[in-house]
């Protein structure tokens, strides 16, 4: 049998995939044996760690390019042996500026497997190199064409030729197609949904990056507010953690549980403000030559702080896109952060995360050669105008799913609400504004917030890796997710508890006297912000 599928496993096999507005330059495929590897949830955002042992599957590579601009695009599908498949297609998504077949994807694609897929990704044309690799075709010229590929092009043809080379393969379509990702993943789960609503049965969309030219300017805004500050003092590490710290000691009990998390960040937000542990002594790591000493925490590192947790304005000014939410991880050498600085010998410098900086240099300045540091406000604003044409091409934030819903689809998000890149307020938004829309939002789309989570994985919480099972028993027999479970670590102490969906959010029954059981936990409206004692 082995022998008769790695036969079957040929360019021959699958002929040349017919892909409109594209055209085939290569067909790869190689029977793979022996094949054993493991995906972890951390990985996997919304599906629980899997071991793949000994698999064999075929691994077939199509090459493609749109004639005329001058792009090479690669997808790469695993199919498993027959016996194995479980009749069902997940196509998975990227992270950062890359798109796929990456470690990440990769993990994605071994979870996949392991479940009994058939699973894809493709590089969208873009690589491996990240923007400085092909976001500009020359100074003042950025490469639109790849980056609409990036977009949304490439994650159509991805589909398209997934399910070709599945149908040549097994000799039928599958039964049901999935696609999942996070972060940039889960921005292109949303452009599948809002761009072309028939390619997928079911979309998980986590953590999505939707406002995503926004969001680049949002990752160096409080680099510009640090910038900002008289005498341009950068601060501490310890000042911005200390007032994270405080916001946690404030506000941790809003939920009625103390856990060490803000499951209520709204709410904390109006009841704590960083200015008012300005002064207060602490001890620091970095200070005193490195060597560690006690200092106080500057009005400067608290207006980083309040400026980072109430978000970038837009349009002179006149409204905000949401930042951070208190508790989340603002400065940490070990993760990619947003207010984080370096210090040497008891001085800091700045230093921007380049997931912003490089968006803002390629695409914004379009100049390799440009410096994203000591903008003033108005440069600032300026570079944050041309956001605004780039999210038509890659914002997804388009509301409309109706064409979706009227395919039959469904959607799950998650977000967490420590997320120390993407605010989940976007989220949240996205999910009113189809619900203004549509009318009925809640028949086909599911957000859950999950607090104490960073970005897709991370923080106190564990992630809700139900949710994909979720999202296919909601597909497949009509059962939609009223609750998923997830795990919190809480001073070695797992808490067993459930995430709602929104607008809903778990409440704590009192009389049950047990927080780590998950029967003591059930979905509530949302009641009005506590006051502050």
Known sequence: MAASLAAHCSPATFGTPSLFGGSVLNVHASYVTNFSASAPDTARFIAPSVRLTDASFCNVTVEYTHPGQADRVSVETWLPDAGRWNGRFQAVGGGGWRAGRFALTYGLQVGALADGFATTSTDA?????????????????????????????????????????????????????????????????????????????????????????????FLYWPQQVMSEQAGGYVPYPCEILAVTAAAVAACD????????????????????????????????PQAGGGGGARVKISRAAAVVVRETWAGMPTKRGRDLLKGLRPGALLTDPAVLTIVTTNCDGGKCVQAPNSLGTDFMKYFFAKDPMVTIANLTREQFVEYLYQSQYYNSIIGSNDPDLT??????????????????????????????????????????????????????????SGQPNQLMQQLMDWVEKGTAPESTPVKLNVSNTIHNRILCPYPQRAEFNRGCGDPTKEHCWSCKARKPCKKAR
Not at 259 to 267: E, L, Q, V
């Open 253 to 284: 009990g809003l939920d009625g549980v103390q856990d060490g998390i803000i499951a209520r960040p709204g709410d904390c937000q109006r009841v704590f403000d960083p200015l008012s542990v300005v002064g207060r002594e602490i001890a620091c």
């Open 125 to 217: 044309g873009v690589g491996q190199l990240g923007l400085p690799g092909w976001a500009l075709l020359s100074p003042g010229n950025p490469n639109l064409h790849k980056l609409n590929n990036f977009a949304n092009v490439a994650l159509h043809d991805q589909a398209v030729i997934g399910k070709a080379l599945i149908n040549s393969y097994y000799g039928s379509a599958p039964k049901y197609s999935y696609f999942t990702g996070c972060s940039t993943g889960g921005r292109m789960a949303l452009a599948i949904a809002q761009r072309y609503p028939e390619d997928f049965d079911g979309i998980a969309a986590s953590a999505p990056a939707i406002n995503n030219p926004e969001l680049a300017a």
């Open 403 to 460: 064409p979706f819903h009227k395919a039959g689809g469904k959607l799950i998000s998650m977000h967490g609400l420590a997320d120390e890149l993407l605010p989940d307020h976007q989220t949240a938004e996205y999910y009113d504004a189809v619900d203004k829309i549509t009318g009925n939002v809640h028949d086909f789309f599911r957000y859950f917030e999950v607090p104490g989570m960073g970005h897709c994985q991370g923080g106190k």
